[in-house]
């Protein structure tokens, strides 16, 4: 959490600085191209080819930050307050060690090298102990944590087995949501107003599973409803990478033109909602599987069927899984 929230933070206190940072940028892009002793003439020279376009694929070397990305890792130290862990990274340590931030040489074009050098910039401009401290306030009292699959830890049958442990999960959340401190490398941070969110299915287990402090601490509940065949229709017609796109996409690849018609998206929708009645509700996912069946012939020929157009209607869907989705003993072997 506090990651993301330094990295919001830079990116917004990037925007004060970027005036000056692009200026910074264009000069150093100048001293690359021309060299540091070059006279003011050459300079403004180049300075108006660089603006005009002229250089931009002309390649060049700069000095960047370097970010320590695939250096040597940071290593972990148990037994820190508030029961969490400490980390310290080894190569902040070397960077501090070394009096200054450490450089690497790349080798780019003019016209790819003004992202890197206007944020080097801008981190230049910056102090870095600010970025941090409004990084900490933000996380602190903007923060949001959501917990997924909450159901899998809530105990079921008494406290034996497996159940043990599930409720040692709980207890060890218990002073993260009711509020306490963690130590982070970037120093303590309070979790008394960050907003915790926790979702789970809840086919087999019950909320009232929960340990009852826990539940105490999650005060507001809302239920969601299943999806619906409507609900399935969109998600395969309205989502920006649906998987009728990207199985049309795939297709396309081998030279094949495939198209749905709207009575086979209908279809698929249906089988879909009737498999999770029938089997288990596994919600959106069912519809990966039921694509999945309903293609396997056509991905499994598409290199033979090149330069070929397959329309994909309800007839076809209800051919390729309608008699498995009404048999309940072979619909069982459907993801």
């Known amino acids: 959490l506090v990651e993301v929230a330094i990295g919001l933070t830079r990116e917004k206190m990037r925007e004060d600085v970027k005036a000056r940072a692009q200026v910074n940028a264009e000069e150093r892009v100048l001293e690359a191209l021309v060299g540091k002793t070059a006279s003011p003439a050459t300079r403004d020279s180049f300075?108006?080819?660089?603006?005009?376009?002229?250089?931009?694929?002309?390649?060049?070397?700069?000095?960047?930050?370097?970010?320590?990305?695939?250096g040597m890792p940071g290593f972990e130290i148990p037994g820190m307050p508030g029961a969490n862990i400490g980390v310290l990274n080894i190569n902040d340590m070397l960077s501090k060690a070394m009096g200054g931030r450490r450089t690497k040489a790349r080798?780019?074009?003019?016209?790819?090298?003004?992202?890197?050098?206007?944020?080097?910039?801008?981190?230049?401009?910056?102090?870095?102990?600010?970025?941090?401290?409004?990084?900490?306030?933000s996380a602190e009292n903007d923060g949001i944590v959501f917990i997924d699959e909450i159901d899998k830890i809530a105990s079921r049958e008494g406290g034996i087995g497996a159940g043990v442990s599930r409720e040692g999960v709980q207890r060890d959340l218990l002073?993260?949501?009711?509020?306490?401190?963690?130590?982070?490398?970037?120093?303590?941070?309070?979790?008394?107003?960050i907003l915790f969110i926790a979702s789970g299915a809840?086919?087999?287990?019950?909320?009232?599973?929960?340990?009852?402090?826990?539940?105490?601490?999650?005060?507001i509940r809302v239920e969601?409803?299943?999806?619906?065949?409507?609900d399935f229709v969109r998600i395969l017609t309205e989502t920006e990478a649906s998987l009728i796109k990207q199985y049309v996409a795939l297709m396309k690849t081998e030279g094949v033109e495939l198209t749905f018609t709207d009575d086979a998206i209908d279809s698929l929708a249906g089988i879909a909602v009737d498999l999770n009645a029938s089997v288990e509700n596994i919600g959106a996912r069912r519809l990966q599987t039921v694509m999945e069946r309903v293609l396997d012939e056509i991905s499994y020929d598409a290199p033979d069927r090149n330069g070929t157009a397959v329309t994909i209607d309800a007839?076809?869907?209800?051919?390729?899984?309608?008699?498995l989705s009404r048999n309940t003993d072979l619909s069982r072997f459907i993801l």
């Open 175 to 193: 002073p993260l949501v009711e509020g306490t401190t963690v130590a982070t490398k970037y120093g303590p941070i309070k979790t008394d107003h």
């Open 224 to 230: 969601l409803r299943a999806l619906e065949k409507e």
């Open 107 to 137: 080798k780019t074009t003019v016209r790819d090298s003004y992202a890197l050098l206007v944020n080097d910039e801008s981190d230049k401009l910056l102090d870095q102990d600010e970025v941090v401290r409004r990084a900490l306030e």
């Open 47 to 70: 300075r108006k080819r660089l603006r005009d376009g002229e250089l931009d694929d002309k390649e060049i070397e700069i000095e960047v930050a370097d970010t320590g990305a695939g």
């Open 202 to 219: 809840f086919h087999v287990s019950k909320p009232s599973d929960l340990l009852p402090e826990l539940q105490g601490r999650l005060p």
């Open 315 to 323: 007839a076809y869907v209800q051919k390729h899984v309608g008699d």
